[in-house]
């Protein structure tokens, strides 16, 4: 008995497969189309992640390019600073040197052709007095 009720389900059996069959497809096809979707994004994502690194990557380099141009230029300040200084000095020195030989010249009788010559020889044994 068995046998006979479950040959005419048998014969129904194939179309429902069927259909199952095809609402099992479709509904596969949708998460395959969405991963898809998915896995493009990602990969977009990873892309742009990469780009990011990158640009992170030259901040950061140029970042240390600025720091040592900064470095740099307080180093250049200070010599300036210290080259500054000592062309004060030099200047004050000149200054003192000029008065020296006003009075001199006073004294002495040298003419105005005579005062520039005697100016650069005592500059002279100055300069090579101090480089001693």
């Keep these: 008995m068995d046998m006979e009720e479950n040959q005419p389900m048998c014969l129904i059996c194939p179309q429902d ?54 470095a740099k230029l307080e180093l250049q300040k200070t010599e300036l600073e210290k080259q500054k200084a000592e062309g004060d000095n030099w200047r004050g020195l000149g200054r003192r040197r000029m008065e020296s030989w006003e009075s001199v010249d006073g004294n002495q009788g040298l003419s105005k052709a005579e005062l520039p010559k005697k100016k650069r020889e005592e500059m002279r044994k100055e300069l090579r007095n101090g480089r001693r």
């Design 17 to 70: 497969i069927h259909a199952v069959l095809r609402e099992m497809s479709a509904s596969l096809a949708e998460p395959r189309v969405e991963t898809r979707h998915l896995q493009r994004e990602d990969e977009a994502q990873t892309a742009k992640l990469s780009n990011l690194e990158s640009q992170m990557m030259e901040v950061d380099k140029l970042k240390q390019q600025l720091q040592a141009q900064t």
